[in-house]
């Protein structure tokens, strides 16, 4: 293997009874094709599965946090909680690419850090602890690193989330909506101490600024300004 197996378990608080399943959830189409293992010992099966029980689980997470919303919200977090970009996150903070079995061609064009293939692992990964623990192993891995990752989620929080760029771009996407455009309209205040203002667009109609220490926190809050304009909108369904 990559990588020790022993930190990964301790990175994502399961400690698996069959390994088989885990080693299976890291094997890329690449590596078992080099090995002569196709069809079944790669890990597309689980990640078929793991989609299905990261999204009843981000389902079940999300209507006991947030009962009074209705389902249009409920719809807008769970597209970005269960996107790619999500869970590429949630395997960046565990480090997922280091343990993953990767085909040499797929080793040298940078397997270990694409965005796709990562998301993917993670939702193999679900489907290992699945089968090898149950439902409620996976439910304490997903709510740990998936449902309140980037943020120290408690009950009352408007999302369980923090990337309000990152939501975003996913939740315009799912909608079919356009691009989110950002642009800095102002910088003002001594070196030491720019204020940034920023504006972000969605079409014509969705529209939010935000001033900021920085480039990147003001784009952050003016994506959260539209980011409730959905939601207010969604509420309204």
Known sequence: ???DL???ENAAGYCFGNRDFLIRALTHTSHAYEKGQQPLNDNEQLEFLGDAVLGFLISECLVKSYPAYREGRLSIIKNYLVSA???HEAAQKLE???YLLL?????LSGGRVKKGLLAD????LIAAIYLDGGIEAAREFVVRHVFA???EHEPGAETPFTNFKGALQEIARSLDLPSPRYSILSEHGPAHARRFTVEVR???????QAEGDSKKAAGQMAARAVFEQLMEQAGEG
């Open 1 to 3: 293997m990559p990588a």
């Open 6 to 8: 022993d930190a990964l």
């Open 85 to 87: 970009s999500h869970l």
């Open 96 to 98: 997922l690419g280091e």
């Open 103 to 107: 085909g040499r061609g797929e080793e």
């Open 121 to 124: 692992a993670v939702e193999a």
């Open 149 to 151: 990752t980037g943020a």
């Open 202 to 208: 969605i079409g014509e109609n969705l529209v939010g």
